[in-house]
């Protein structure tokens, strides 16, 4: 058990002994927002009054027809001898079919009739916004430049984290 601490314990002082960092501050050269377009869609409506053009009446009746049809057939039938009968029967049944139907739908016309109606139309409005993603910061370090990407603007300076390896060779 000793030994495994021991072996831990020179393990880690070695990393600490290969890398060591710390921080710093570094002047800042310039800073940019970076911004990005978004779209956020919104439903639009409005409500307009519309005419209608609504049909009523027309609808026809049939009891007259019927009624007249029978009407006729019996009145035909009473006029002739033989085949001339049964011609005359026929012919009264149409003639008394219409007659009855228009009797019965004379007053029955077609009328037309303005309404007004609200209908409400929707449509999908795109709406852009243009808002801030972050900064690229150029900065110098000890007589380099470097950039970099960050959330927030730094200011006029901002704080480095330095690290230091010892190369192989």
Partial sequence: MKRLAILSLIATSFVAAQAESFNDT????????????????????SSEIVTETRRSGGEREYGGAVVGGI???????????GHG?????ALGAVVGALAGDHIDNRDNR?????????????????????????????YDYRG???????????GKTMSVRVSVEPLEQ
């Fill in 110 to 138: 077609v009328q037309y009739e303005e309404v007004p109606r609200e209908i409400q139309r929707c449509r999908t409005v795109e709406d852009w916004q243009t808002r801030v993603t972050g900064y690229r910061v150029n």
């Fill in 26 to 45: 570094a002047r800042v050269r310039s800073v940019e927002p970076q911004y990005e377009r978004i779209s956020s869609p919104r439903k639009e409506c």
């Fill in 71 to 81: 009407a006729g057939a019996i009145v035909g039938n009473q006029v002739g001898k």
């Fill in 85 to 89: 009968r049964e011609a005359a029967t």
């Fill in 144 to 154: 380099q430049q470097y950039t970099t990407f960050m959330r927030n603007n730094p």
